[in-house]
Structure formats: structure tokens, C-alpha cells
């Protein structure tokens, strides 16, 4: 079990960029696949991206280009960069590894 934190939310203009956080409570060195997900307002939770132990990442289309997954073993946190933002890439931002998910962190584009 892993115990997950996100931060780095926030209101941001279009064509502007956020980086989120998502902190484990332990070592993430093990873990093969860290990914975020996210729900956007009124619909299910989607997949955003993946970057497993290998360092192999992996996006959803709607965000290639534009976001960059990263993870810091060192640090135990994975990162998703995420650069020229739309007004539809707004939603609830969540980590995920194993069975665990953090509390979500809202991230909302102006256009």
C-alpha cells in the first residue's frame, strides 16, 4: 500500500503551463507504472499518461506534445508537466500506482 499526495494545481490561463506533484508515502523505486488521470467536470475519470520503473512513458492522445510525465525514485514523487493548456484540460487531476489514488488536485484553464 502507498499512500499518495497531489499538489500543483491551480487556475491558469490558456496556452499557459502547470507542473504537478503527486508525492508517495514510501519508496516508489518498485512500482512499475505511476499514472495520472483525470476528471474533467461531469464526465468519468480518464487516463492521462503513464512512465513505468524503465522510465517508458506512454500518453493519452489528447495530451501528447503537451504534457511530460517524470518521475524522481529520489524523491519518491512523479511529475506531470503539462504546457500549452486548454480550457478542456480542465479538471480534477489524480495519481495512481497500484490500487492507490491520491485526493485530487484541481487544475482549471481559463479561456
Known amino acids: 500500500q502507498v499512500l499518495l499526495a497531489e499538489s500543483g494545481g491551480g487556475l491558469v490561463q490558456a496556452g499557459g503551463s502547470l507542473r504537478l506533484s503527486c508525492a508517495a508515502s514510501?519508496?516508489?523505486?518498485?512500482?512499475?507504472?505511476m499514472k495520472w488521470y483525470r476528471q474533467p467536470p461531469g464526465k468519468q475519470r480518464e487516463f492521462v499518461a503513464v512512465?513505468?520503473?524503465?522510465?517508458?512513458?506512454n500518453y493519452a492522445d489528447s495530451v501528447k506534445g503537451r504534457f511530460t510525465i517524470s518521475r524522481d525514485n529520489a524523491k519518491n514523487t512523479v511529475y506531470l508537466q503539462m504546457s500549452s493548456l486548454k480550457s478542456e484540460d480542465t479538471a480534477v487531476y489524480y495519481c495512481n500506482a497500484i490500487n492507490s489514488w491520491g485526493q485530487g488536485t484541481q487544475v482549471t484553464v481559463s479561456s
Open positions: 514510501r519508496s516508489i523505486l518498485y512500482i512499475n507504472a
Open positions: 512512465i513505468t520503473s524503465g522510465g517508458t512513458t
